[in-house]
T-cell receptor, first 110, second 113 residues
Framework: GQNIDQPTEMTATEGAIVQINCTYQ??????LFWYQQHAGEAPTFLSY????GLEEKGRFSSFLSRSKGYSYLLLKELQMKDSASYLC???????????FGTGTRLQVFP | DADVTQTPRNRITKTGKRIMLECSQT?????MYWYRQDPGLGLRLIYY???????NKGEISDGYSVSRQAQAKFSLSLESAIPNQTALYFC????????????FGPGTRLLVL
């Protein structure tokens, strides 16, 4: 079966670092995406990992371990505008179809 | 101008009515998708199309149909709306040559009474 797990909610303080984990079990794997979604808005692309290791993009980094079926999104120097849901999605097999987790709602407090 | 647009942005309809949601894109992408999003359930794929002559069912296609009128347009129809189709609907696009990243429209909030 297909299963993607991520925590439902997290809280953090402005200026801090937060790590959002995602574990997956899918039939086939061809990459993992992270999207950010503010309430009532469209998901926006953050990162795509297809090989093991860390991809850094400004304040955001994403890590993948294919052997462990595990990824995390690391957000540094948190800002209030980072309060949003973060969606983990797996591209299964040889297709562009994505399987989404239910998302992690992050609240950043002053 | 937005690359992926959806109309209407909000819609209230009654049980049994037929309704169409429209998606247009100026990104020149060949692949288009329809998702619905429900609280606690995440995004679920309804239908997808890899080019004008290609239509495929996603994981929750029952009660829905689609039409790919042109490369830039992909419409989702609810033949006879029911209350559990109340949700936020998103259209997305991707490009075979440009990579697998999907780009989402702003969403249509649908309420079925």
């Amino acid at each position: 079966g297909q299963n993607i797990d991520q925590p439902t909610e997290m809280t953090a303080t402005e200026g801090a670092i937060v790590q959002i984990n995602c574990t997956y079990q899918t039939s086939g794997f061809n990459g993992l995406f992270w999207y950010q979604q503010h309430a009532g808005e469209a998901p926006t692309f953050l990162s795509y990992n297809v090989l093991d290791g860390l991809e850094e993009k400004g304040r955001f980094s994403s890590f993948l371990s294919r052997s462990k079926g595990y990824s995390y999104l690391l957000l540094k120097e948190l800002q209030m505008k980072d309060s949003a849901s973060y969606l983990c999605a797996v591209r299964g097999g040889n297709t562009d179809k994505l399987i989404f987790g239910t998302g992690t709602r992050l609240q950043v407090f002053p | 101008d937005a690359d992926v647009t959806q109309t209407p942005r909000n819609r209230i309809t009654k049980t049994g009515k037929r309704i169409m949601l429209e998606c247009s894109q100026t990104k020149g992408h060949d692949r288009m998708y329809w998702y619905r999003q429900d609280p606690g359930l995440g995004l679920r794929l309804i239908y997808y199309s890899f080019d004008v002559k290609d239509i495929n069912k996603g994981e929750i296609s029952d009660g829905y149909s689609v039409s790919r009128q042109a490369q830039a347009k992909f419409s989702l129809s609810l033949e006879s709306a029911i209350p559990n189709q109340t949700a936020l609907y998103f259209c997305a696009t991707s490009d075979f040559l440009g990579g697998p990243t999907q780009y989402f429209g702003p969403g249509t909030r649908l309420l079925v009474l």
